[in-house]
């Protein structure tokens, strides 16, 4: 009985521990999220600045060679595109695709949809750098919470398990 009692304490402490690393997992996910859009980003704007091919077939490249979140926008947009003009796919695939990205993450991102496919290729470059700009600021935030919220929650995951195993002892 005593075995059995002692195998259930050490499953609570080790789910516990998995649960904190698993929450603290979203905060490098999505700085990793960031970093990959901005990549995408660079990647649109010298397509659109040196191959000027349509924003339909950039977004599907991009698509491809992105993860599988950002990917997703891309996709999503790309899809949405066939039925209404690029800004607004744009604003619903950021808002629509389930990301690690927070709300002004998607705020940010949204803000390239203000002159895509609208503008000639200079606006597009420039709406596109604005959003990096952003975009970089956002990185920097990300950076910073995942440092202070990855430790927390792996050891708050581990203290929580250890306390529900003493008082269950």
Known sequence: MQIIKYFILFLILVSSSLIG???????VY???????????????????KFT???????????AKNSSKNIGKIFETAKQKMRK????????????ETITNMNKEDKYTLKTLSKLLGQTDSDGQISQIEITEKFLEKQIK?????KQKNEKMYTKLGTIMGLAIVIVLC
């Open 141 to 145: 935030e990300a950076i910073i919470e």
């Open 30 to 48: 999505r700085l990793k999220e960031l970093e990959e859009m901005q990549n995408a980003l660079n990647v649109l704007k010298s397509k659109i």
């Open 21 to 27: 690393k698993f929450l603290s997992k979203k905060y």
């Open 52 to 62: 000027y091919e349509p924003i339909p077939d950039i977004f599907e490249e991009i």
């Open 84 to 95: 209404t003009t690029a800004n607004v796919a744009w604003e619903e695939a950021v808002e």
